[in-house]
């Protein structure tokens, strides 16, 4: 009779905190519908911008956080099921809103390829440490406002640094305090799996 303690669980590279949970085709469908209903749940805790037609809102923060997640694919499938039903008029966008003609909707298109960026950043180890966290964090964001600055300029008829000045500046710090948070919980969420064997 062996006294050995069990040997910690080894995490294989490519690996993202979903894939811990066992594999199967009900899992993946549960993680792409929970994951759009998070980012949907986030989107409603929002406050309006004075001089923006973009609030605030906890939305950017779960699609990140659910890319890093699930990983490029499933977050990918996540924020397009987010978007499409959206689109549909599911009322989950910032403010209880839906459909594709309000001016912060290229925020959405934006989330989506930063979901799959993160995503696939993800599995390269890019959420195990504060600091690969953190640029992690800021390249999800800097591509939501590579997609989302631009189409509220097309859709408000706003020079482009009127919309940088409406739709990015007034969300610098807040990102900021958003990436502080995934800095703490992604590594610290994998320090605790990597304690259970």
């Known amino acids: ?3 050995a303690a069990a040997p910690a669980r080894t995490l294989r590279a490519g690996t993202v ?6 594999s199967s085709r009900a899992r993946d469908i549960a993680l792409v519908v929970g994951g759009a209903a998070l980012t949907g ?3 409603q805790l ?3 911008v004075p001089g923006s037609p973009v609030p605030v809102s906890g939305q950017t923060f779960a699609a990140l956080l659910v890319g890093t997640a699930l990983g490029a694919r499933r977050g990918f499938l996540a924020l397009a099921l987010y978007a499409v039903a959206g689109m549909a008029g599911v009322p989950w966008f910032a403010e209880a809103s839906s459909g594709y003609g309000m001016p ?3 925020y959405v298109l934006g989330m989506l390829l930063a979901a799959t960026v993160v995503g696939s950043l993800a599995r390269r180890g890019a959420d195990r440490s504060v600091l690969r966290t953190a640029g ?3 390249l999800g964001s800097a591509i939501i406002y590579a997609v989302g600055v631009p189409y509220l300029a097309l859709a408000t008829g706003m020079t482009f640094g009127q919309a940088v000045a409406a739709g990015l500046t007034p969300f610098l710090i807040g990102d900021a305090l958003k990436a502080a948070l995934a800095m703490g919980a992604l590594p610290t969420a994998w320090k ?3 304690r259970k064997g």
Do not use: C, Q, R
């Open 41 to 43: 749940l986030a989107a």
């Open 192 to 194: 605790l799996v990597g």
């Open 46 to 48: 929002s406050v309006p």
């Open 104 to 106: 912060s909707f290229g």
């Open 136 to 138: 992690t964090m800021a």
């Open 1 to 3: 009779m062996s006294t």
């Open 17 to 22: 905190l979903a894939d811990l949970i066992p």
